[in-house]
Each structure stands twice: as structure tokens, then as C-alpha cells.
């Protein structure tokens, strides 16, 4: 005879089942091992994510199981798709790591799965008060560099390493002078012997702040304050406050949830915007048949209260078809994101946390700037890197460019008709124009 645990497990398949609105949801692809039905291992992964271990254990009641038992309340096996509600007393609400612990720690090592991926999760209003969301984001970032009516410019100072200090300010001062309005370290910058992330903040704030004078307009430096720990990272954070910085950047996959949670508080306190950089999240969120998605990563991020993050070009270098980017896109602006089953996108009311300002970056040139406009809107930063610096006539010259790119298609002009009367727009069409 079945003990209750038993009967409790298979339970757990509840198609009739509604979701309460103090429960997490969690939708994943499923592929279960050979020999193994898919509502088995939908089960086990259920139960591994919440109450179960892998036989059946005395200490866990039937009352117990009752009250915290996870709802596997939808199951499509020809789309290899389930949905669970998970109770809110499982979680400690306001820790993104634990709640990763639970709903994407040891399932993805079950035997009884070959692949597994978490498509989305839905936050409950319980777990949305714990956070605060971003403290700038989108209109708060227009707002700080005086820009409301058009896309932002950034670049990236490249070689992404190997320059000096001095170097690297001459590169960004080039950059803000030519038209950006952000410059940003690359991802694998923070404070190497041949450039000590001091010394870079302070020579290239004093020539973003030489380049605002010339030019009128706010210029941002992004310094890269990814560190080996949180007590180094919140130093560097009160480095660049203390040289009257605006921004901190960092590589949020590298870092890590507890950091990305510590970095929030800390930049608060210290009044700067948080500029996160995804690298290594194609790691485990390219392959759509296991792993974690971007939109996770993305929606975490929101919650945790970075202000702006990197979700793609679709015209650019990177992996990202355009039904994803723009999936990121609306997870990073919208107040409340409809349902998408073609995406496995559930739906998200964010409950008034503000808007990530979205960033596209990687590959672009300033030829790609009408599609990016027509893709995006407005509401997007424009990142460039060697589509400025691989410039012929210099970097000052692609920074140009890519503002001149944007003006005609703020206009509706084609970049052919406008680069008749704008000499580095028409340098760029030469190098970069498809023929």
C-alpha cells in the first residue's frame, strides 16, 4: 500500500488547479530522460524544486505536504511545456538567491531529465513589495543627462583592454566630444596593472567633464566596478561617488545574485545609476532546450533594482532573433506584460517598479541606426563599439557619425541624402553600407 507521501507526489499533477495571487509561477521545458513519462518527471522536478527528496522520508506529513506542496497545474507534453505554482511560504521573499535555489538549483542535475530550461517566472505582489526595482531607470537616466526626445549614443573604449589609463580617457574624452553621451568600460576592464581602475575613473571623469563644457551637453562615464568582493565592489562604488561620478557598471553573471542585491543598497546610498552588463549569460541561456532564459535574468534584474541592462540589437553581432529582444525589451519598460505562449512569456504586472532603460549592444555600426530606431523607439540606448572606433577618419569622427545616422532618422531622411551634407556620416555609409 501507498504511503500518503506517495499519493501526496502524484498529486502534484493538478491540471484543475487555479493559481492563487500569492503564488510564484514557473513555466519550463521538459525533456524527461528515455524510459521516463513525461508527467513523472514533470513530478520529480516539481517536488525537487520545493518539498520532495529522492525517495520517500518520514519527516515530511502528510499535513505538511498538503500546505506546501507544489501545483503542476499545466501540462502540455506535445510542446514539452508545464507550468508550476509554487506557495509563497516556500521562498524567502525577498532573496533571489534562494528563490533560484529552489526553482533552478538541483532539478537541472535530476537523471530523470535529459534537458530542462525555466522559461519564466511570474513574481507574486508578496515578493514584488520586498524589492525596490530600479532607483533611476528609464526616466530617471533621461532625466540625468538631459535627453528625453531621442535614443542615447554610449560606446564602449576599445581595445576592451590593454590600453593605459591616460589612453583610456584620451578614447572616451574622443567619444563624448564626437557625440556620445555614454562611455562605458568593456566587460573584462576593472583594475589590471597596466590600467588601475583609479586612475582611469579619475582622468576619464575630468575629460567627461571637459567634454560637457564644450559641448553643452551631459556627458556619462560607466566605470567597471566588478570586484572579487562586495566589500571591494561598494570601495570602487564610493570611489567614482567621491569623484563626482554618475554611473557604476557591472558584469551581473560574473558577479552574481547576492552581489547584484548588495550593489543595489550600496548605490542608493551613494546616489549612482547601475549599468548591468549580461556577459556570460549566454552560458546558460542560449540553448533553448535547457538551462535558464534571458527574459529569468532580465526580469531578476528589474526586480533586484538595476537601471539599465543589455538586451540585444537583433541587427547586430550577438545571438538574439527579434522576437526575443523585443520580449526583453518590453520586460524592461512595461508596467504590466501580457501573457506570450509562443515566447513561454507569463504574464507580469511589476506593480508601479520603474522601467530598466534597455540597451542594445554588440556589432553595431552607425549604417544600422535607422533599423534600430524603426525596432526600438526612442526609449533605448544605442551602444557602439568599433562602429565608432574603426571609424577612418578616428573616433571623434565615428562618434559623429552615429549622431549624424540618428538625426536623419529622427528626420525621416535616408542616411544617403543626409550624408550629402555631413562628411563623417558619409565616410561611415563608404566603410560600412552594405553595396
Known sequence: MQSGVAKMRRDYIDTGYSPKDTDLIC??????????????????????????????????????????????????????????????????L????????????????????????????????????????????????????????????????KPKVGLNPE??????????????DLVKDDENLTDQKFNGFEKRAELTLKLAEKAEAETGERKMYLCNITAPTCREMTRRMNILKDLGASYAMIDIMPAGWTALQTLREEAEDAGLVLHAHRCMHSAYTRNPRHGISMVVVAKLCRLIGLDQLHIGTVVGKMHGEK???????????????PADESQHVLSQDWGGL??????????????????????????????????????????????????????????????????????????ALGKWLKK
Open 27 to 92: 513555466e519550463f521545458h521538459i525533456e524527461p530522460a528515455e524510459g521516463v513519462n513525461f508527467e513523472d518527471a514533470a513530478t520529480h522536478m516539481a517536488g525537487e524544486s520545493s518539498i520532495d527528496s529522492w525517495t520517500e522520508i518520514a519527516t515530511l506529513s502528510p499535513e505538511l505536504a498538503e500546505k506546501l506542496k507544489p501545483h503542476v497545474f499545466y501540462v502540455n507534453e506535445g510542446e514539452q511545456t508545464v507550468r508550476v505554482a509554487y506557495s509563497e511560504d516556500l521562498f524567502e
Open 94 to 157: 525577498g532573496s533571489v538567491p534562494q528563490v533560484l535555489s529552489a526553482v533552478a538549483g538541483n532539478i537541472f542535475s535530476m537523471k530523470i531529465v535529459d534537458n530542462l530550461r525555466l522559461q519564466d517566472i511570474a513574481f507574486p505582489k508578496s515578493m514584488l513589495r520586498e524589492f525596490k526595482g530600479p532607483n533611476f531607470g528609464l526616466s530617471g537616466i533621461q532625466k540625468l543627462v538631459g535627453v528625453k526626445d531621442r535614443p542615447l549614443i554610449g560606446t564602449i573604449v
Open 167 to 180: 589612453k583610456h580617457a584620451e578614447v572616451a574624452y574622443n567619444s563624448f566630444a564626437g557625440g556620445c
Open 323 to 337: 522576437h526575443e529582444v523585443l520580449t526583453l525589451r518590453d520586460e524592461c519598460v512595461l508596467d504590466k506584460v
Open 354 to 427: 520603474k522601467p530598466m532603460f534597455p540597451v542594445a549592444s554588440g556589432g553595431l555600426a552607425p549604417t544600422m541606426i535607422p533599423d534600430l530606431y524603426s525596432i526600438f523607439g526612442k526609449d533605448v540606448i544605442m551602444q557602439f563599439g568599433g562602429g565608432i572606433h574603426a571609424h577612418p577618419m578616428g573616433t571623434a569622427a565615428g562618434a559623429t557619425a552615429c549622431r549624424q545616422a540618428l538625426e536623419a532618422s529622427l528626420e525621416g531622411v535616408s542616411l544617403q541624402d543626409y550624408a550629402k551634407s555631413h562628411k563623417e556620416l558619409d565616410v
